[in-house]
Nanobody, 124 residues
Framework: QVQLVESGGGLVQAGGSLELSCAAS????????MAWFRQAPGKEREFVAA????????YYADSVKGRFAISRYNAKNTVYLQMNSLKPEDTAVYYC?????????????????WGKGTLVTVSS
């Protein structure tokens, strides 16, 4: 089992920045990828970004490419999501997930473990 706890959400004005953190514990070595997904009110959960175990590979949704950056610090079993140039449409609950790295890493079904989420609200 892997436990994931997100933090860092909050209210920010459009154009601002936030950094989310995800602390992992348990059998973290069993997961080769860490990812962020988000779910806006009334919408399906969607992929945001993913990173492999070593941090050598990352993958982003087109909607956040160039604005968001995912990173990890394995010594602390923590994954980060730096979010810049935030837009009102980035408003959502952001979920950290752990699963397998591969061609389907952006799929909800590639993830085995999920955190409870942290709310990000971007005001216009």
């Amino acid at each position: 089992q892997v436990q994931l706890v997100e933090s860092g959400g909050g209210l920010v004005q459009a154009g601002g920045s936030l950094e989310l953190s995800c602390a992992a514990s348990g059998r973290t070595g069993s997961s080769t990828a860490m990812a962020w997904f988000r779910q806006a009110p009334g919408k399906e959960r969607e992929f945001v970004a993913a990173i492999n175990w070593s941090g050598s590979n990352t993958y982003y949704a087109d909607s956040v490419k160039g604005r968001f950056a995912i990173s990890r610090y394995n010594a602390k079993n923590t994954v980060y999501l730096q979010m810049n140039s935030l837009k009102p449409e980035d408003t959502a609950v952001y979920y950290c997930a752990a699963g397998g790295w591969g061609p389907s890493v952006s799929s909800y079904y590639a993830m085995d473990y999920w955190g409870k989420g942290t709310l990000v609200t971007v005001s216009s």
